[in-house]
């Protein structure tokens, strides 16, 4: 039973190091940046290579900072939540009533 379970830390971490090597870029990427036919960056026209880099951005910026908003409401409603308890116990005559 060892000696499985070796064999498979091995199968494992092989297919860790080799699988990044057969992952090919999407189609769409792969031909636009081989077909990319500007020395300089500056020069191509279409700058598709850029433009995917940037609606990635978009893509990845979009939901954290919509939880970061998320967050910060439910951070304020909390401590608006808070000070209108405290508001209650100080105008609150009765002390024992709690």
Excluded: H, W
């Excluded at 598709?48 to 951070?75: D, E, H, K, R, T």
């Amino acid at each position: 039973m060892n000696g499985l379970r070796f064999i498979l830390a091995l199968a494992f971490i092989a297919l860790t190091f080799v699988a990044p090597m057969t992952v090919c870029a999407c189609p769409l990427c792969a031909e636009a940046i081989a077909n990319s036919n500007a020395t300089e960056p500056d020069d191509d026209k279409d700058n598709f290579p850029a433009a995917m880099n940037q609606s990635i951005y978009l893509m990845l910026a979009v939901p954290y900072s919509m939880l970061g908003i998320v967050g910060f409401m439910i951070y304020r409603g909390v401590k608006k939540n808070e000070a209108f308890r405290q508001s209650l116990d100080e105008n609150d005559p009765d002390p024992s009533n709690e």
